[in-house]
């Protein structure tokens, strides 16, 4: 079956501070990873999106890495920001069905 | 903004209403997905989409009908729903297909409240 499992799965860091979101997944055959942002209430907009052969992708102050042999993802967030404060999903792609995982909720303090 | 938009943001319906969600793309996405998303939970798959042709159904109760009148729009019609459908519903889009750069476009949804 697959699944998507993020970790930890709420976290709180104050403002300035970096943190890292973790995915593992056992989603088979593996055509992509998507990190995405949701705000509350609203939809999720994309951060990331990686294949097979990329280990990484950045975007602004979000990087996304990508071990396909140990099918592991992080997402790292530089230089946090209250407007970080969002839930951030994990979705991943094989033969055209993506599996969301659960998502972990982040709340920058002041 | 977002380059999916969903129409209305808020939606307060009883039990006998009938109501419509819509949404509208002009990205040229050929692949458009309604999600049902309850808090603190990920969204879940409805119905999805390719070609304007429906070909997912993931099992959703008929009071949930899905249109997809040309390939730029997409709607759910509602009738005779519950308070346990009370949800964000999200639409989204995307190219069709395998491609390992598709990811889906998400619009900022629809807050329905069934009451």
């Known amino acids: 079956k697959n699944q998507v499992e993020q970790s930890p799965q709420s976290l709180i860091i104050l403002e300035g501070k970096n943190c890292t979101l973790q995915c593992n997944y056992t989603v088979s055959p593996f055509s992509n990873l998507r990190w995405y942002k949701q705000d509350t209430g609203r939809g999720p907009v994309s951060l990331t999106i990686?294949?097979?052969?990329?280990n990484t992708k950045s975007n602004g102050r979000y990087t996304a890495t990508l071990d396909a042999d140990t099918k592991q993802s992080s997402l790292h967030i530089t230089a946090s920001q209250l407007s970080d404060s969002a839930s951030y999903i994990c979705?991943?792609?094989?033969?055209?069905?993506?599996?969301f995982g659960d998502g972990t909720t982040l709340t920058v303090k002041p | 903004d977002t380059e999916v938009t969903q129409t209305p943001k808020h939606l307060v319906m009883g039990m006998t209403n009938k109501k419509s969600l819509k949404c509208e793309q002009h990205?040229?996405?050929?692949?458009m997905y309604w999600y049902k998303q309850k808090a603190k939970k990920p969204p879940e798959l409805m119905f999805v989409y390719s070609y304007e042709k429906l070909s997912i159904n993931e099992s959703v109760p008929s009071r949930f009908s899905p249109e997809c009148p040309n390939s730029s729009l997409l709607n759910l019609h509602l009738h005779a729903l519950q308070p346990e459908d009370s949800a964000l519903y999200l639409c989204?889009?995307?190219?069709?297909?395998?491609?390992?750069?598709?990811?889906?476009?998400f619009g900022s949804g629809t807050r329905l409240t069934v009451v």
């Open positions: 979705v991943v792609s094989a033969s055209g069905k993506s599996t």
């Open positions: 990686m294949t097979f052969s990329e």
């Open positions: 990205m040229g996405h050929r692949a």
């Open positions: 989204a889009s995307s190219q069709p297909g395998k491609t390992g750069k598709s990811g889906y476009t």
